[in-house]
């Protein structure tokens, strides 16, 4: 067809030393092919697709320190440094990731996490806004989001009042269910992957790193994430589902409001054989907690993903438990509350 043509067209332009202002579906084919290149490119070549018109190559480049500067340092997100930059021409802000040593190594770097990200369009989940290469390396551009991520809010109040757990816990469950209709797995959902509003009212998603597609039946096995959120059939080496993104949600939950990661308080690493053998880490539920945010944590934190909730059945406790607790009162940074204690 004519558009699969166009496809090529701007996926062979984009190895030519081409940044071009392309579309979603533009990036995966462009990435596969420069996967597969066999000979390593000549040196400086910069090609990529740009998702957003205020992100402006010129001469079809885009490099930092010329079409777009770095502005700050943000973070060490999932294989790489984070910047917030500024576009020269159109001082549009946006951040970026780059590998260590600066750049996202093109051998590491898994190009499903632009195909299945590009992928989405939800409120929930950060906008992508296009990948560069540059000789063998590879830089992600997506939205700035000025409140900075939930694992730096948790950080910064020792823990977080139960009613603000459930509020971002609402967002990024709405945000599962974005994915598991698009059938895609995040993999590594916590804290540090979930960015907020500067006002603290909205919370969505980013880092694909890890994300995989799931077949046609909704299975496939992977990678790992983060062990503290891992689920028990990822640890178990068996086929995992959305209800693996689930788990690790209820996790994140017990991290919000405890001020550390579940099982690290009584065990030692590695934990994926804890994981797999112990029971589920229900006994770090605050006992403070409301029974509405408890059955939350355990409907989520079911061994079996069979009798596990769904991001859907989850996101109903959610709401109704946060209705019962008089919805989000407490303030965006209230006072410190230490975090919960050795065991
Ligand atoms: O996968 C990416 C692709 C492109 C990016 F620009 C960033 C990420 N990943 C992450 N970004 C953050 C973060 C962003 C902004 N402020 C605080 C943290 C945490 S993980």
Redesign the pocket.
């Known amino acids: 067809s004519s558009e699969s043509m166009e496809v090529q067209q701007l996926a062979v332009a984009a190895l030519r030393g081409h940044v071009s202002l392309g579309e979603a579906q533009h990036i995966g084919p462009f990435f596969q092919k420069v996967k597969s290149e066999e000979s390593l490119p000549k040196e400086g070549c910069n090609e990529g697709v740009l998702l957003h018109e205020d992100l402006t190559p010129v001469d079809s480049e885009y490099r930092e320190n010329k079409e777009y500067k770095i502005c700050r340092h943000?973070?060490n997100?999932?294989f790489?440094e984070?910047y917030h930059c500024r576009d020269q021409s159109s001082v549009f802000e946006f951040?970026?990731?780059e590998g260590k040593p600066h750049w996202i190594s093109l051998d590491r770097f898994r190009w499903e996490?632009v195909s299945s990200w590009s992928a989405l369009s939800s409120p929930r989940i950060v906008q992508?806004f296009g990948a560069v290469r540059e000789d063998s390396f590879v830089t992600?551009?997506?939205e700035?989001?000025s409140g900075?991520?939930l694992a730096r809010l948790i950080k910064d109040n020792g823990r977080l009042p139960e009613d603000r757990a459930l509020f971002y816990q609402e967002q990024v469950l709405e945000a599962l269910e974005h994915l598991q209709k698009r059938r895609i797995l995040h993999k590594d959902i916590k804290a540090?992957?979930v960015?907020l509003s500067s006002d603290g009212q909205k919370a969505a998603l980013?880092?694909?790193?890890h994300s995989v597609k799931l077949d046609a039946n909704g299975f496939r096995e992977d990678l790992q994430g983060t062990e503290t959120h891992m689920a028990p059939e990822l640890v178990n080496g068996e086929a995992c589902s959305a209800k693996a993104d689930v788990w690790s949600s209820c996790c994140m939950m017990l991290h919000m409001l405890n001020g550390c990661h579940p099982w690290t308080r009584y065990y030692k690493h590695p934990l994926v054989l804890k994981i797999a053998n112990e029971p589920p880490p229900v006994k770090e539920i605050p006992p403070s907690c409301s029974s509405g945010t408890a059955d939350v944590i355990r409907a989520g934190l079911e061994k079996d993903p069979t009798k596990r909730a769904s991001a859907g059945e989850l996101l109903a406790k959610v709401t109704e438990a946060l209705r019962d607790v008089g919805g989000l009162r407490s303030p965006l940074h209230g006072p410190y509350q230490e975090p919960a204690g050795p065991a």
């Open positions: 943000l973070q997100g999932a790489g984070v951040c970026s990731k996490e992508l992600l551009f997506m700035h989001i900075g991520s540090d992957n960015l980013c880092d694909f790193g």
